[in-house]
């Protein structure tokens, strides 16, 4: 890998602020209320057997993945989490696929085999959720590297949280990519919490942006409940990225609607702050900035048939075969 | 004795060497209020505090090399790492630097942490919360290993492993923590490298570990009806083995199986096979069999899941083959 000399000065980001056209904040819209009866949903059919293992809902975070898909694009790449179903459906995921891997069908995007925690769409350009906290920061640094080999003009954005910033592999992502110049967003939601870890108990320094100019990148802090914000911040970091001036860092502060997964109640999280953050809902702050009210209306009435009709087709859908598994494990 | 469940055992283990020993302390990622996520380490932060008690940064690799610094200036401390996929990541500190910094510095120091972890498939979590990676471990020398099948083992060799000076990987399996067993009120150890026979037999040996143990026991049973006597032998401890107790039930059936839930290829289940076959040859009726999972990650569905890992009816299955 060649870099360009000399380095350039990696000041705290700033985001440019233009406005941001109604086609925009609809798109947005569509992706974070898809997300939220997703999530509502898939809580369902859990509670009623339809699904097994780890659910991980990303309540009250769903403007991040909505604001940030919605200024890349369809070529662009991202990497996802264990918490993962709002980026999928925010990089254009089929929510028929979506429903069917959760509930372990054959016609889900796995093939049953991944289940909720890790589905991958290589239709979209998602390269995958990933049960192993960390491990999407350097696989999403690798693939903007590819993209530097083959010269593609492209852009890896790349979700991860407060807890897998913990990870040595963080920092060592963070500098290969500075080093490097590679065209990499890091979107850390900062959801305040690692299953029950507050983020003041595992962090030194809890200004999380401030990693960024550390290791030679803005690091930029957005209100992750607005969608907005994650928007504009993440367009510049694309722009900035395609332009050849290497990754950005960005902190979208968040808070989760509920305990780790499913089955947390998550009873030690401090109730008043919990309260305030709900306050301030991702959904509310969007409808609000948005002028066409009846469009609001017309894209919740969309989203819950999709979602009733994903649902549909995966409970007709099959089990996937057993045979057919056999047979295809390969010798290695 | 008390009836007590595999969980509460390793967690009364636990109690009474952070007691015993103000050296022993333990970290790992939720294990101070939360209590972990399988409810092992419930309650000890509330007697020793979060000095003792420790809430790790999500940061394995760190926090596992940590311990093994920890243990060089004279603690005891226990990790904990949630499942046994995740210890891919501190590989270095268990294979590089906690398995051979006695040998290296000539014995002049050395490790005596216990890394505790979980695996297992049978719950639905997927190809990387599922397997069985023991074998990364038993091919390093230097490493003890320990996978205990019953409350009461857990709890002895729990002792056993915090109080021995080598570094111990000390694994439980998910779908054994609730299950229920005898457990004497008094303090025992059960020692490091004893397997042990936990129901004799004349025509088949079975030699497992971990939960396969029950899945053994319950194949036994149901071949008794058959007129087929299995003895089962609970290895335990995988490092060091016990292999007089392999060679002996061995030697007295004639017949060996070996029966483990971790993929066959490369699986501890060849090296048992090839070390029976080199001590007793001549006293076998035939070759040593492997009743093993299948060569493949674990699939989310759960039907998938099912064939994956070996069945009480698998068991059989080889057992009767070869009667
Ligand atoms: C390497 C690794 N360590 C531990 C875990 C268990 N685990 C799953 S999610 C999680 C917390 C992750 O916290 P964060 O990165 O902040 O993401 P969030 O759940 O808040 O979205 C932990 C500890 C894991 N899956 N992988």
């Known amino acids: ?332 | 004795m008390a009836e007590m469940m595999y969980r509460e055992a390793l967690n009364r283990a636990l109690f009474e060497e952070m007691r015993r020993d103000p050296s022993v302390f333990i970290m790992g990622e939720n294990i101070g209020e939360r209590g972990g996520s399988y409810k092992v380490t419930e309650g000890l932060i509330k007697e020793f505090g979060p000095e003792r008690v420790i809430d790790t940064p999500l940061a394995e690799a760190t926090f596992t090399n940590a311990a093994v610094g920890a243990a060089l200036v004279g603690t005891r401390p226990i990790v904990e790492i949630l499942f046994v996929d995740f210890t891919t990541l501190p590989m270095d500190a268990l294979v590089n630097q906690a398995a051979k910094y006695k040998f290296m510095s000539g014995g002049q120091g050395q490790v005596p942490m216990v890394l505790r972890t979980q695996g297992g498939a049978g719950n639905g979590l997927a190809a990387q919360h599922s397997q069985s990676l023991e074998a990364l471990f038993y091919h390093i020398p230097g490493l003890k290993l320990v996978m205990p099948s019953t409350p009461y083992d857990a709890y002895g060799l729990l002792l056993s492993a915090i109080r021995d000076d080598a570094p111990t990987i000390f694994i439980e399996h998910k779908l054994l923590y609730m299950t229920k067993g005898e457990v004497p009120e008094e303090e025992y150890v059960v020692p490091m490298g004893e397997a042990d026979v936990k129901r004799e037999g004349e025509d088949v040996t079975l030699v497992t570990y971990s939960y396969m143990t029950l899945k053994c026991l319950e194949a036994a049973e149901l071949l008794e009806k058959e007129g087929i006597s299995v003895e089962v032998v609970d290895l335990r401890t995988l490092k060091p083995l016990d292999e007089e107790t392999i060679l002996e039930s061995a030697r007295k059936t004639g017949r060996v199986i070996i029966v483990h839930e971790a993929c066959k290829r490369g699986g501890i289940g060849g090296d048992i096979a090839a070390m029976i076959m080199e001590n007793a040859y001549d006293d076998l009726d035939g070759p040593v069999s492997r009743v093993c999972g299948l060569d493949t990650p674990v699939p989310y569905n759960l039907e998938l899941e099912k064939v994956c890992v070996p069945t009480v009816e698998d068991i059989a299955e080889a057992v009767i083959k070869i009667t």
């Open chain 1, 1 to 332: 890998m060649t870099k360009k000399s000399p380095k350039k000065n990696a000041a705290k980001g700033k985001v440019s602020s233009p406005g941001v056209s109604e086609k925009i904040l609809l798109k947005m819209y569509r992706s974070a209320y898809a997300t939220r009866q997703f999530e509502l949903k898939c809580m369902d059919l859990y509670r009623q057997g339809f699904i097994r293992g780890y659910l991980h809902p990303y309540l009250g975070e769903e403007a991040i993945a909505a604001g940030a898909c919605a200024a890349i694009r369809p070529e662009d790449f991202i990497v996802s989490t264990h918490r993962g179903h709002g980026h999928c459906i925010s990089k254009g995921a089929d929510l028929k696929l979506m429903v069917s891997e959760i509930m372990g069908r054959a016609t889900g995007y796995c093939k049953g085999r991944g289940g909720s925690m890790h589905i991958s769409s290589k239709e979209d350009n998602n390269l995958g959720a990933n049960g192993i906290v960390g491990a999407g920061i350097p696989i999403g640094t690798g693939a903007a590297m590819g993209i530097k080999v083959k010269k593609s003009k492209q852009v890896v954005l790349v979700f991860f949280s407060d807890g897998a910033a913990n990870q040595g592999v963080f920092g060592e992502s963070l500098n290969f990519a500075a080093a490097f110049e590679l065209p990499v967003i890091y979107m850390l939601e900062n959801n305040h919490y690692a299953v029950s870890t507050p983020v003041e108990c595992s962090f030194g320094n809890c200004d999380l942006a401030c990693k960024g100019p550390a290791y030679g990148m803005p690091g930029v802090c957005v209100d992750g409940n607005d969608a907005v914000e994650v928007y504009l911040a993440t367009k510049s970091a694309a722009e900035r990225a395609l332009n050849g001036e290497g990754p950005t860092l960005i902190e979208a502060k968040t808070y989760r609607h509920g305990g780790h997964h499913i089955n947390d109640p998550g009873l030690y999280m401090d109730q008043e702050v919990l309260a305030e953050w709900k306050a301030r809902d991702p959904l509310d702050i969007l409808r609000s900035k948005i002028k066409g009210k009846k469009k609001i209306q017309e894209i919740e009435a969309h989203v819950e048939s999709e979602l009733e009709e994903a649902i549909e087709f995966a409970k007709d859908s099959p089990q996937p075969s057993v045979d057919e598994f056999l047979d295809s494990i390969p010798n290695y």
